[in-house]
Structure formats: C-alpha cells, structure tokens
C-alpha cells in the first residue's frame, strides 16, 4: 500500500516561514492535499491539488510536488497557525485515501 | 452555511454494533463522494471508507474491511457507517468528510465528528 511520511514536528518563530514536507514514491504524479487540525477541532483542507487554496485560506500558505516530495509552506507564520498538518492523497491502485502520519507546528 | 453533523456514537461493549449517521446541510450530497475518516485518541487520521456519489462504488480501509458498511441516502441527504464486530482498537473519533472528485475523490470538508468509545 502506498505510504507517506510526514516529520513529526517543526518549530518556528513568529514572522518565519514554516515549511512541512510530505514524501512518497513518486509523489510528484499524484495530486497532493494537505488538512490542518487545530487541538480539539475537525480537520479543515488549507492546500489542494498540489497547490491550491480554498476560499478563506490566507494567500501565505502555498504548496508545491515534484518528485519524491509535497511541500507546503507557510509564509509569515502566526501563533493561529500552530497546529497538526496532514497530507493525504488518492490511491488509484487501490480507491483508497491515504494520510500521512502528520506534523505538529509549533510558533515558538 | 455547509454543515455536516456526525451522529450515533458513544460506549459500546466489544464484538456489539453502532451505526452512525451524517446529515448533510447548506449542499446536496449527491455530486460528492462521502468518506468515513477516524482518529484514535492522540493519534493521527485514519481513513476508513468512501462512497462513491450515486452509490455504484465504495471501499474500505484493511482495518474494517469486512465489519464495517457505509451506506447513503441521497434524497435524505445523510451518510451512514454500520460498523460490526467492534473492537478495542476501533475505539475512535469518527469523522464524515465530503469528497471532491480530483483524480479520485479527495476530503474537503469535515463534519465535527463523534465518539466512539469500544470497552466492556
């Protein structure tokens, strides 16, 4: 089964830009989204298809695949955006979403 | 404004069944694939099941293949999860998502989710 890898935790200070990766076989063919969960919340999609955002998403996160690795970045990190961010994506092979096990941002 | 709102969890003896309950509100479930997502306390998401729009198609994670069915009424605009055989480990936050079809149906909205606690 298709398996993707996320680091545990990133730190950063107010104002820096936060970058959280997402790595799987091959990545880069495949369409990547990403949820962020604050404690205690229901997960909200802040990236999709690699790099969009929905409505309401501020233009600071961004999201960019290619090869082995999705990345979103969050530009001019703010204390609201300390949470737990998830990628997941569709296998085809097998009609099934999967997660990666997600990263705790932390605004120092 | 979109709504979806999980119901029908709660503290269940090992081996018994639940079934759960999504209502959808403020958009028409039926052009949307609907997903199933857990989370173990202190864990992270899980996928469970998704249902394809019209009904014709569903899967499910290995996890609950077998002993979990999720199910939709269209016109009643709600999503359904009967789960069977429940185990310790089934122990959970359940979570309904609406699913967009981009190569392949991908969550985009989440309901708030409902406990289902596994325990004798």
């Known amino acids: 089964s298709y398996v993707l890898t996320q680091s545990p935790s990133v730190s950063v200070a107010p104002g820096q830009t936060a970058t959280i990766t997402c790595g799987g076989n091959n990545i880069g063919s495949k369409s990547v989204h990403w949820s962020r969960q604050k404690p205690g919340q229901a997960p909200v999609l802040v990236v999709y298809d690699d790099s969009d955002r929905p409505s309401g998403i501020p233009e600071r996160f961004s999201g960019s695949n290619s090869g082995n690795t999705a990345t979103l970045t969050i530009s001019r990190v703010e204390a609201g955006d300390e949470a737990d961010y998830y990628c997941?994506?569709?296998?085809?092979?097998?009609?099934?979403?999967?997660f990666g096990g997600g990263t705790k941002l932390t605004v120092l | 404004q979109v709504q979806l709102v999980e119901s029908g969890g709660g503290v269940v003896q090992p081996g018994r069944s639940l079934r759960l309950s999504c209502v959808a509100s403020?958009?028409?479930?039926?052009?949307?694939?609907m997903h199933w997502v857990r989370q173990a306390p202190g864990k992270g998401l899980e996928w469970v099941a998704v249902m394809w729009y019209d009904g014709s198609d569903e899967y499910y994670a290995d996890s609950v293949k077998g002993r979990f069915s999720i199910s939709r009424d269209n016109p009643k605009n709600t999503l359904y999860l009967q789960m069977s055989g429940l185990r310790a480990d089934d122990t959970a936050v359940y979570y309904c998502?609406?699913?967009?079809?981009?190569?392949?149906?991908?969550?985009?909205?989440w309901g708030h989710g409902t406990l289902v606690t596994v325990s004798s």
């Open positions: 997941h994506v569709w296998d085809s092979r097998s009609n099934h979403v999967v």
């Open positions: 403020g958009f028409t479930l039926s052009p949307y694939g």
């Open positions: 998502a609406r699913g967009v079809y981009s190569n392949g149906w991908y969550p985009d909205f």
